[in-house]
Nanobody
Framework: QVQLVESGGGLVQAGGSLRLSCAASGSIFRINRMGWYRQAPGKQRELVATITSGGSSDYADSVKGRFTISRDNAKNTVYLQMTSLKPEDTGDYYC???????????????WGQGTQVTVSS
């Protein structure tokens, strides 16, 4: 199986920065697309950013120009550098990885448990 663990969340003032990390572990053969999602209280989970194994990235319009997603394939880790944070960015941030294990042929989506980001006004 594959486990994803997020870290780096916390409390920050508007205009500040945070860097989230998500490390994948387990019987990993390959991880294709990875992404960050977030969910505010009482709202649905939404896509923040995705990145392919080759480094091609996409962003939600709400974070474009402020957030940067990156990955280190050797470490099976994906990052989200967040700058110019706004109160609207507050929520639980989840990491997702599309991965194939060493012992099974198909690719499946794996989710982390989330890390909380709170941006004060």
């Amino acid at each position: 199986q594959v486990q994803l663990v997020e870290s780096g969340g916390g409390l920050v003032q508007a205009g500040g920065s945070l860097r989230l990390s998500c490390a994948a572990s387990g019987s990993i053969f390959r991880i294709n697309r990875m992404g960050w999602y977030r969910q505010a209280p009482g709202k649905q989970r939404e896509l923040v950013a995705t990145i392919t194994s080759g480094g091609s990235s996409d962003y939600a319009d709400s974070v474009k120009g402020r957030f940067t997603i990156s990955r280190d394939n050797a470490k099976n880790t994906v990052y989200l550098q967040m700058t110019s944070l706004k109160p609207e960015d507050t929520g639980d941030y989840y990491c997702k990885g599309e991965a194939r294990t060493l012992y099974h042929p198909g690719y499946l989506d794996y989710w982390g448990q989330g890390t909380q980001v709170t941006v004060s006004s």
